[in-house]
């Protein structure tokens, strides 16, 4: 079946430091879309890209979709200590248009 | 309320016995999924409704697993004689509408914590 995988599972970083999560697909995906789950807490919808080579940015965080919708990317810059929490991807089965299949996530650690 | 609800937020049940787990989506949205979450990793599907209708349920692990959504509203999720490996965080999440569900954004509950001893 499909597989997400996301590296790195960890990263540490100061604050300040930029942070990058990288997102790869066994199969090409229709969409995918980004999500955070803090400590404690549940996954939140942060973003949803659907076109070859898109880029979306939210602040200090930047979007990218690969040009063949296989891979993505999540980029922080200037990290904070609110952006702290397990950042995943997700992308659709191809043979069931209803489920998300989710990569395992990059948990995030921010030094002060 | 604004949110997917969840109840119990924590359940603690010894190894052989039923747990009910509930979820009441976002008033008005037609899609609802089930997610396993083990601890350290992404959510895994485990059955999605649309309405009232059980249109995937390839998730589920065992026919120990059973879900149901009778008024295409709040949804049930059953296991039945619990096994120390059904511990885990079970998430819902809803979304608007039916078809394509999957472009669609998932809003997420706070889970329910199972822990089987």
């Known amino acids: 079946g499909q597989q997400v995988m996301q590296i790195p599972q960890y990263q540490h970083v100061q604050e300040g430091e930029d942070f990058t999560t990288y997102c790869n697909s066994s199969t090409t995906l229709s969409n995918i879309q980004w999500y955070k789950q803090r400590p404690g807490g549940h996954p939140v919808f942060l973003i949803q890209?659907?076109?070859?080579?898109e880029v979306k940015k939210q602040k200090r965080l930047t979007f990218q979709f690969g040009e063949a919708k296989k891979n993505s990317s999540l980029h922080i810059t200037a990290t904070q200590t609110t952006d702290v929490g397990t950042y995943f991807c997700a992308g659709p089965e191809e043979t069931s248009g209803s489920r998300l299949t989710f990569g395992e996530g990059t948990q995030l650690t921010v030094n002060p | 309320g604004a949110g997917v609800s969840q109840s119990p937020r924590y359940k603690v049940a010894k190894r052989g016995q039923d747990v009910a787990l509930r979820c009441d989506p976002i008033?008005?949205?037609?899609?609802l999924f089930w997610y396993q979450q083990a601890l350290g990793q992404g959510p895994e599907f485990l059955t999605y409704?649309?309405?009232?209708?059980?249109?995937?349920k390839s998730g589920l692990p065992s026919d120990r697993f059973f879900a149901e959504r009778p008024e295409g509203s709040v949804s049930t999720l059953k296991i039945q004689r619990t096994q120390q490996e059904d511990s885990a965080v079970y998430l819902c999440?809803?979304?608007?509408?039916?078809?394509?569900?999957?472009?669609?954004?998932?809003?997420f509950g706070d889970g329910t914590r199972l822990s089987i001893l």
């Open positions: 409704f649309q309405n009232e209708a059980q249109l995937d």
């Open positions: 890209l659907v076109k070859s080579g």
């Open positions: 999440a809803s979304s608007p509408r039916g078809k394509t569900s999957s472009n669609q954004p998932q809003h």
């Open positions: 008033s008005g949205h037609v899609s």
